[in-house]
């Protein structure tokens, strides 16, 4: 038997033959597009990756012996400073991805990038893509940080609707990320790419404008220095502070 397809009603309208269509946005206006900004934070920065981040990119990738973190990533760790400047200049002219460097406002080192792609103005949607967090910042606030100032900028700043994130569907880290940040499974695509010769199926998640309020006040409650103790850890975990879930 055929599983039956569930319509969801939730923010739909009917029209004169009682069909039902998607929310009407009579006031509605393409967004403005992504640029080249700084975006600051108080543990970390957001800049347009640059040649000039490549050094510290490349000694903090190297700052482990093997390349567990470039398994799910699209291509492998690179072996020399030359590749790796090859790498930086050719992300560093890309518009769409757009990419940013993650720069550690203590040590005031770049220690992983990130990037906006899927840019769509047009219809207010965007995702966040291309996350390489070096294990310099593995248990660190810039993680949080860095995605938490991007959101900001495209649903507060820019007012787009929706940022997606996806990722391997065996990508458990990014997965658990994805959903420890407040994103949304909405489903996978079942082979989807063909990733350094392996078959890939992809996971999709989503925040909206709706849900971004909520969310923004969970990742704000736990960054707040009134979260940490004397240790600089945080006393309470970012699950605590964020809304119920209504999927």
């Known amino acids: 038997m055929k599983p039956t397809t ?64 470039w398994t799910y990533f699209h291509i492998k760790r690179p072996i020399t400073m030359r590749q790796c400047d090859h790498y930086i200049a050719s992300l560093s002219t890309s518009k769409d991805p757009l990419f940013y460097s993650v720069i550690n406002q203590s040590s005031g080192k770049a220690v ?75 489903g996978t695509f079942r082979q989807a790419q063909v990733s350094k010769g392996h078959s890939r199926d992809t996971r999709w998640y989503s925040i909206i404008d709706g849900e971004w309020p909520g969310i923004r006040q969970a990742m704000q409650l736990w960054l707040s220095s009134n979260n940490l103790d004397e240790r600089g850890k945080q006393k309470q975990r970012l699950a605590e502070f964020m809304p119920a879930s209504e999927v």
């Not at 033959?17 to 009579?26: E, H, R, T, V």
């Not at 899927?118 to 940080?145: H, Y």
């Open 112 to 186: 992983g990038f990130v990037a906006l792609q899927r840019i769509d103005p047009e219809n207010g949607t965007i995702e966040i893509g291309w996350i390489n967090w070096s294990p310099l910042m593995k248990r660190t606030l810039c993680g949080t940080e860095a995605i938490f100032l991007l959101l900001s900028y495209v649903l507060d700043t820019l007012q787009y609707r929706r940022c997606a994130w996806k990722c391997d569907s065996l990508h458990q880290p990014a997965i658990e990320a994805a959903e420890r940040l407040g994103f949304q499974y909405e």
């Open 6 to 69: 569930q319509v969801s009603f939730k923010m739909t309208e009917l029209n004169i033959y009682g069909q039902a269509q998607g929310k009407s946005l009579p006031d509605w206006l393409p967004r403005a597009t992504i640029q080249k900004v700084v975006l600051k934070g108080s543990y970390c920065l957001l800049e347009p990756i640059d040649i000039k981040h490549s050094k510290d990119l490349f000694e903090a990738w190297h700052c482990i012996d093997d390349e567990r973190d």
